[in-house]
C-alpha cells in the first residue's frame, strides 16, 4: 500500500514569499504530525491533528506557520512571509492511532529560502 | 517537555562489527523510546521500539536496552553491513507513548568501513 506521501519534494521560495506544504497520510490514519528538520539535526515538533481537531501547535516557531487537516485527512503546513530561518525539511507522519502510534514518515519537503 | 540526548554524533566501525548509540531522557514518565534509520534525502523509518515495561528488544541483528532508573537507552547492531551506513535517531515518545509526537535526539552517523 502507498505510504505517506508530502509534494512539493523541493521548494525554493525568495524571502517574504508564502509557501503551501501538502502531505497525504497513510488512508485511515487517525493522527497525522508536522516536524522541522534542520540540516544535520533531529526532526523537531512543530504540531498534530487528531481527525481534523488540532490538538497541539505549540512547536509552530511563528505565528507565520499554520496548518490545516479540514477534513481529516490530506493536511497543509502553509508559511507566511518566509525567512531565511525556515530553510530546513518539513516533515509528516501518521499514525495509525487507537493505541497503536507507530509514526510512518513521508520522505519531506526541501525548503530552500533565499 | 522532554529532552533527548544521544551520542556519540559519528560513529565509524568495521564491517562486521558492533555498534551501539545511546541516548538519554529527562521525563521519568516516559513510556516509549523508538529507534529510527533516516538515509539520505528519505524520511525517518521505524527499525526498533521499546516500551518502559521491558528492559530489551531484539530483531534480528538490532537490539534496543532500556535502563529506566538511569533513564537512558541503547541500540545495538551487531555484524554491520555496509547497508546499515545512514543516520540513526533515538526519540522519546513522552507519557503518551508517541500518541503526541515524539522528542528526537540529534542523531548519529553510522559509517560502515568496508
Known amino acids: 500500500g502507498a505510504g505517506v506521501s508530502q509534494s512539493p519534494r523541493y521548494k525554493v521560495a525568495k524571502r517574504g514569499q508564502d509557501v503551501a506544504l501538502r502531505c497525504d497520510p497513510i488512508s485511515g490514519h487517525v493522527s497525522l504530525f508536522w516536524y522541522q528538520q534542520a540540516l544535520g539535526q533531529g526532526p523537531e515538533f512543530l504540531t498534530y491533528?487528531?481527525?481534523?481537531?488540532?490538538?497541539?501547535k505549540s512547536g509552530l516557531p511563528s505565528d507565520r506557520f499554520f496548518a490545516e487537516r479540514p477534513e481529516g485527512s490530506v493536511s497543509t503546513l502553509k508559511i507566511q512571509r518566509t525567512q531565511q530561518e525556515d530553510s530546513a525539511v518539513y516533515l509528516c507522519?501518521?499514525?495509525?492511532?487507537?493505541?497503536?502510534?507507530?509514526?510512518?514518515f513521508g520522505p519531506g519537503t526541501r525548503l530552500t529560502v533565499l | 517537555g522532554e529532552n533527548v540526548e544521544q551520542h556519540p554524533s559519528t560513529l565509524s566501525v568495521q564491517e562486521g562489527d558492533s555498534a551501539v548509540i545511546k541516548c538519554t531522557y529527562s521525563?521519568?514518565?516516559?513510556?516509549?523510546f523508538p529507534w529510527y534509520k533516516q538515509e539520505l534525502g528519505k524520511g525517518p523509518q521505524l527499525i526498533i521500539d521499546?516500551?518502559?515495561?521491558?528492559g530489551e528488544k531484539k530483531d534480528q541483528r538490532i537490539a534496543v536496552t532500556l535502563n529506566k532508573t538511569a533513564k537512558h537507552f541503547s541500540l545495538h547492531i551487531t555484524e554491520t553491513q555496509p547497508e546499515d551506513s545512514a543516520v540513526y535517531f533515538c526519540a522519546d515518545g513522552g507519557e503518551g507513548g508517541g500518541a503526541d509526537g515524539l522528542t528526537f535526539g540529534k542523531g548519529t552517523h553510522l559509517i560502515i568501513q568496508p
Open positions: 521525563d521519568s514518565a516516559s513510556n516509549y
Open positions: 507522519a501518521s499514525t495509525q492511532g487507537r493505541q497503536n502510534n507507530e509514526q510512518f
Open positions: 491533528f487528531q481527525n481534523e481537531a488540532q490538538l497541539d
Open positions: 521499546i516500551r518502559s515495561n521491558v
